[in-house]
């Protein structure tokens, strides 16, 4: 289906079909998270750079997105937090940047996608989810908690009231719940997540260049990050720089 090389990084790979970008969770069954930094964020920057992409799409392979964090691995490392300190803060970088992309950025999302495996699917602007797909942040079940931005961007997605009854209880969502709560963006059929992200995203860029897209969503990530003022002069120069071609 992909018309690129496979390219392998940590427990992903990345291909590209049609101006599109995917990268895959390929670790097994559940496609566990094993450690935060899942990735090297260098080579997903050096592939992003050679392609001329319109949007991202992360999916899992196989019957689920990412069953999350490899609890084991972070059992054994209870005493050495500084190993674990560090390891979320490469992992937050990895989602930071992510979130930041100027490109359209969708989760297609299968099967079952907890804790880590959701705070990847978060850093998406859009998500879409098979019929059968589960979310959740189990952590609380176990006395931890989400490490990886979580509670932060679930927050934003859904509000504070929604975001500590799913977190503190631990519960599993269903996708019709999720699109309920505004979780999730679409509900599709079994098996067809990865093709319907395809479609989304051709859809909403056909006809658009890529320069015009970056700068629609650069703007719009503007406005998250830089006060009113700053935002509305990012949109003026890049309105401006797109008149320029105009």
Not at 119 to 125: K, P, R, T, V, Y
């Amino acid at each position: 289906m992909v018309n690129s090389e496979k390219k392998k990084s940590g427990i992903v790979y990345f291909e590209t079909e049609n101006q599109i970008g995917v990268l895959t969770i390929d670790n097994g069954n559940q496609n566990k998270i094993n450690q935060a930094d899942f990735l090297e964020l260098s080579c997903l920057k050096e592939w992003l750079s050679e392609q001329n992409i319109k949007g991202l799409i992360i999916t899992g392979q196989g019957r689920h997105f990412s069953a999350g964090a490899d609890i084991d691995n972070i059992k054994a490392n209870k005493e050495n937090l500084d190993y674990l300190r560090e390891s979320l803060k490469k992992g937050r970088e990895i989602l930071s940047y992510i979130d930041s992309l100027p490109i359209v950025t969708v989760a297609a999302i299968n099967g079952v996608c907890f804790g880590a495996g959701l705070e990847i699917a978060l850093s998406c602007q859009f998500r879409i989810a098979t019929i059968n797909a589960i979310l959740a942040f189990p952590e609380s079940n176990i006395g931890i908690m989400p490490g990886l931005a979580g509670t932060i961007r679930l927050t934003r997605k859904i509000g504070k009231s929604k975001a500590l009854d799913m977190i503190i209880s631990g519960r599993s969502v269903s996708a019709e719940e999720a699109s309920e709560i505004g979780l999730i963006d679409r509900i599709t059929a079994k098996k067809e997540h990865l093709s319907t992200a395809l479609r989304f995203v051709n859809d909403l860029t056909k006809d658009k260049s890529t320069d015009q897209i970056k700068s629609i969503v650069q703007s719009v990530n503007s406005s998250f990050i830089e006060t009113e003022e700053v935002a509305m002069e990012n949109e003026c120069e890049l309105f401006l720089e797109l008149v320029k071609n105009f």
